[in-house]
């Protein structure tokens, strides 16, 4: 039978986050927080061309949108599976950086988070097109009549 021995675990919000004060309660932290965000954005913008990729669909699909003159709630479903998709593509971004960081050599659970993390973006794109589907045919079909 394994022994089992206490460890002493001390818990701490890390002395980065101490020396920042990104904790306290203040306008300046709300506004670094919108800092961070917008810097997460940026990166993902700038290195990942699967999300320049999906931002142009979704400039698209917002065009065909305003160009079609759909309902509110088909609004609601358009813009909400295209914020799905762009969720996605950031959770995916961050799962590879966190997988890479970790280790730069192949390891088969890495290549499990990677996969399943792009296997969530398929998924949420195929989820999308399937909606976006749904809103549009109807309105190309009532072209055609």
């Not at 701490?12 to 810097?39: A, M």
């Not at 997988?99 to 398929?122: G, I, R």
């Given at each position: 039978?394994?022994?089992?021995?206490?460890?002493?675990?001390?818990?701490?919000?890390?002395?980065?986050?101490?020396?920042?004060?990104?904790?306290?309660?203040?306008?300046?932290?709300?506004?670094?927080?919108?800092?961070?965000?917008?810097?997460?954005?940026?990166?993902?913008y700038l290195h990942e061309q699967s999300l320049i990729l999906h931002v142009?669909?979704?400039?698209?699909?917002?065009?065909?949108?305003?160009?079609?003159?759909?309902?509110?709630?088909?609004?609601?479903?358009?813009?909400?599976?295209?914020?799905?998709?762009?969720?996605?593509?950031?959770?995916?971004?961050?799962?590879?950086?966190?997988?890479?960081?970790?280790?730069?050599?192949?390891?088969?659970?890495?290549?499990?988070?990677?996969?399943?993390?792009?296997?969530?973006?398929?998924?949420?794109?195929?989820?999308?097109?399937?909606?976006?589907?749904?809103?549009?045919?109807?309105?190309?079909?009532?072209?055609?009549?």
């Open positions: 039978m394994a022994s089992k021995k206490k460890v002493k675990v001390e818990i701490s919000r890390g002395k980065y986050v101490e020396s920042q004060h990104l904790k306290q309660l203040s306008l300046k932290r709300i506004l670094r927080s919108f800092k961070f965000s917008f810097d997460g954005l940026k990166y993902a142009i669909v979704m400039v698209i699909i917002v065009a065909c949108g305003l160009g079609f003159n759909i309902t509110p709630i088909q609004w609601v479903i358009t813009l909400v599976m295209g914020a799905l998709i762009l969720v996605a593509e950031l959770f995916n971004t961050a799962i590879e950086a966190v997988v890479d960081m970790v280790t730069e050599e192949y390891h088969p659970l890495a290549k499990v988070a990677k996969d399943t993390a792009s296997a969530a973006c398929f998924i949420a794109d195929m989820t999308a097109f399937g909606m976006w589907l749904v809103v549009f045919v109807p309105k190309i079909i009532s072209l055609f009549r």
